[in-house]
Structures are given as structure tokens and as C-alpha cells.
T-cell receptor, first 114, second 114 residues
Framework: KAGVTQTPRYLIKTRGQQVTLSCSPISGHRSVSWYQQTPGQGLQFLFEYFSETQRNKGNFPGRFSGRQFSNSRSEMNVSTLELGDSALYLC?????????????FGDGTRLSIL | GENVEQHPSTLSVQEGDSAVIKCTYS??????FPWYKQELGKGPQLIIDIRSNVGEKKDQRIAVTLNKTAKHFSLHITETQPEDSAVYFCAATSTYSSASKIIFGSGTRLSIRP
């Protein structure tokens, strides 16, 4: 069974631009969560999607948004990029996100803002 | 708010010795505790997990213990090998309605000395 796939692996953008990251969950998994990982802040939860609906949200500004498609694939968008948005963005999937199911992570998209 | 404290932040042990990483959580509703290993350039990989109705779980050289009363849980790695070198994250998960909330510790960088 293929794991969680994130594309692209690396991205370089400049301040003010916007970016879209993609995540394909493990087949059969319907919950997709997004995290931001930085050396200073660790792993921080962005949001979770289930059945094309945002079910849970972390403490990030509205510049960070996402969506989920009917095949459970998810995209994350960041608008008006800032230098501080440079980070590794991780996607994780689970069967339905509830009842203490393990999350399975992709290898992330490393976003660098110049 | 809820948080998970993880110690130590760095740990260096001689190959063959044991390593112990400790975490403390604050949310008494937490009932699922996964541990992740993250190697350079990769996403976190689940290595072991424990649920709140269990005090200890073992998988070959890895074991996890949970003390619900004290809100402590620990990862134990015995007979360490060079491939155990990585960053390890603990996490605590709580379930509210149909959604889960997961909070990660800040990570422990484990180095195995040959």
C-alpha cells in the first residue's frame, strides 16, 4: 500500500506570493491533517479535513487555508507569503481521524521564502 | 492551554546502552499516546503507541510506559544501534465529539555513539 504522498518536495517562493501544496493520503484514509514544522516551534497543527469539510483548526492566520476533494486528496494554500512561513509542511492521514487512530505522515514539502 | 513537555531535548548514548525519553501532558482527557521517529529528510514515522487503558507496551527493543495518574509517559529503547539516531516526538491525543486533537512534544534528538 502506498504511503502518504506530498508534492512538491521543495519550493522556493518570494514574499507576497502564494503557494499551493498537495497531499494524497493512504488509500482508504479519509482524514487528512496538515502541520507546520520549524526548528523553533516544533510540530504545529494547522487543520484537519474529513469528508471535504474542515473539522478542526489550529491557531494560524487566515492566510493559511485548505480543502479536501471527494477522493480525500487535500491541498493547502498559503497566501501573501512571509519570511516566517519558511518551514517543512507535513501532511498526515488516518482512517477517519477519530477514536485514537494513528496518523501516518508524508515526507513533507520544504518551503523556503526569499 | 494544553501542552506536552518532552525531555531531554538532546540525548547521546553509547551503542548498546539504553535510552529513555520522557513526556508529561496536561490534558486529562488525553487517551492515546503515539511516538514518532523522524530521520533527516523524512516525515515522522509511527514507532509505537499506547492507549490509556494500558500501562506498558513493548515491541522488540522499544517499550512505552504510561502513568495516567501522574500524566507521564516514557519511551525506552534498549540495546541501541546506530540506526536509532533520529529525532523522536511524543504526542498526546484527546477525542472530542467526532474529532481528535493531537499535541506533540518538542522532540528529542537522539545520537548513538559507536
Amino acid at each position: 500500500k502506498a504511503g502518504v504522498t506530498q508534492t512538491p518536495r521543495y519550493l522556493i517562493k518570494t514574499r507576497g506570493q502564494q503557494v499551493t501544496l498537495s497531499c494524497s493520503p493512504i488509500s482508504g484514509h479519509r482524514s487528512v491533517s496538515w502541520y507546520q514544522q520549524t526548528p523553533g516551534q516544533g510540530l504545529q497543527f494547522l487543520f484537519e479535513y474529513f469528508s471535504e469539510t474542515q473539522r478542526n483548526k489550529g491557531n494560524f492566520p487566515g492566510r493559511f487555508s485548505g480543502r479536501q476533494f471527494s477522493n480525500s486528496r487535500s491541498e493547502m494554500n498559503v497566501s501573501t507569503l512571509e519570511l516566517g512561513d519558511s518551514a517543512l509542511y507535513l501532511c498526515a492521514s488516518s482512517l477517519d481521524g477519530g477514536n485514537n487512530q494513528p496518523q501516518h505522515f508524508g515526507d513533507g514539502t520544504r518551503l523556503s521564502i526569499l | 492551554g494544553e501542552n506536552v513537555e518532552q525531555h531531554p531535548s538532546t540525548l547521546s548514548v553509547q551503542e548498546g546502552d539504553s535510552a529513555v525519553i520522557k513526556c508529561t501532558y496536561s490534558d486529562s482527557a488525553s487517551n492515546y499516546f503515539p511516538w514518532y521517529k523522524q530521520e533527516l529528510g523524512k516525515g515522522p514515522q509511527l514507532i509505537i503507541d499506547i492507549r490509556s487503558n494500558v500501562g506498558e507496551k513493548k515491541d522488540q527493543r522499544i517499550a512505552v510506559t504510561l502513568n495516567k495518574t501522574a500524566k507521564h509517559f516514557s519511551l525506552h529503547i534498549t540495546e541501541t544501534q546506530p540506526e536509532d539516531s533520529a529525532v523522536y516526538f511524543c504526542a498526546a491525543t484527546s477525542t472530542y465529539s467526532s474529532a481528535s486533537k493531537i499535541i506533540f512534544g518538542s522532540g528529542t534528538r537522539l545520537s548513538i555513539r559507536p
